[in-house]
């Protein structure tokens, strides 16, 4: 009896350390999350490990809050660039708003070539809008997409950018509404 119960809790406790193992080798792939929007609210980490492979480009942390397990659907990340690209990235942040609005709106190139010969252009399906605001004493942009038809579609995306020595920060929420947006920005800020 007792070989038994030793054998028994050594097949335990090798799985219990296996499975430790296996969790501490996922999490750097997972990043750190965001804590104020944590699991227990339905906030899952994206894995984010090597598979950003883009120079001047880090992926700090992504969460999500799918559908399933929020009542609002969310998206949040913080991401770090730097060199050129970091350069680049905060030039378009900090272009003309209405300027903004005009790239966002505007389809990927091929859509829009296939667009041009497929039918003749109707009247657009959302109307995006692009404004600035500020928060934890960094800039802010607001984009806020809806839908034409009356449907009550609508997407915001909130985006808090600064520079940390040579790097610059953007911290970025995704959601339905304009004030959910910035608030999960902020936490993704927060979380830098």
Same mark, same amino acid.
């Given at each position: 009896?007792?070989?038994?119960?030793?054998?028994? #809790?050594?097949?335990?406790?090798?799985?219990?350390?296996?499975?430790?193992?296996?969790?501490?080798?996922?999490?750097?792939?997972?990043?750190?999350?965001?804590?104020?929007?944590?699991?227990?609210?339905? &906030? !899952?980490?994206?894995?984010?490990?090597? &598979?950003?492979?883009?120079?001047?480009? !880090?992926?700090?942390?992504?969460?999500?809050?799918?559908?399933?397990?929020?009542?609002?659907?969310?998206?949040?990340?913080?991401?770090?660039?730097?060199?050129?690209?970091?350069? #680049?990235?905060?030039?378009?942040?900090?272009?003309?708003?209405?300027?903004?609005?005009?790239?966002?709106?505007?389809? $990927?190139?091929?859509?829009?070539?296939?667009?041009?010969?497929?039918?003749?252009?109707?009247? $657009?399906?959302?109307?995006?809008?692009?404004?600035?605001? +500020?928060? +934890?004493?960094?800039?802010?942009?607001?984009? !806020?997409?809806?839908?034409?038809?009356?449907?009550?579609?609508?997407?915001?995306?909130?985006?808090?950018?600064?520079?940390?020595?040579?790097?610059?920060?953007?911290?970025?929420?995704?959601?339905?509404?304009?004030?959910?947006? #910035?608030?999960?920005?902020?936490?993704? &800020? #927060?979380?830098?």
């Amino acid at each position: 009896m007792k070989r038994e119960r030793s054998r028994s #809790r050594f097949h335990v406790v090798s799985a219990v350390l296996c499975g430790a193992l296996l969790l501490s080798a996922c999490a750097g792939r997972f990043g750190f999350g965001i804590a104020e929007l944590p699991a227990s609210q339905g &906030w !899952e980490p994206l894995p984010i490990g090597s &598979w950003v492979l883009n120079d001047g480009l !880090e992926a700090r942390t992504m969460v999500f809050c799918p559908r399933a397990s929020c009542t609002q659907q969310g998206f949040a990340s913080v991401i770090a660039f730097s060199g050129d690209e970091a350069a #680049r990235i905060e030039q378009a942040l900090n272009a003309d708003p209405a300027r903004l609005a005009s790239l966002f709106s505007k389809p $990927p190139a091929d859509e829009a070539r296939t667009r041009k010969t497929a039918r003749p252009k109707g009247p $657009p399906k959302s109307t995006t809008s692009v404004s600035r605001f +500020e928060a +934890e004493g960094v800039a802010g942009l607001l984009v !806020e997409i809806a839908a034409s038809d009356g449907s009550g579609k609508s997407a915001t995306t909130a985006i808090l950018h600064g520079r940390e020595a040579e790097r610059l920060l953007v911290a970025l929420a995704v959601s339905a509404d304009a004030a959910t947006a #910035r608030r999960d920005a902020v936490a993704a &800020w #927060r979380s830098r």
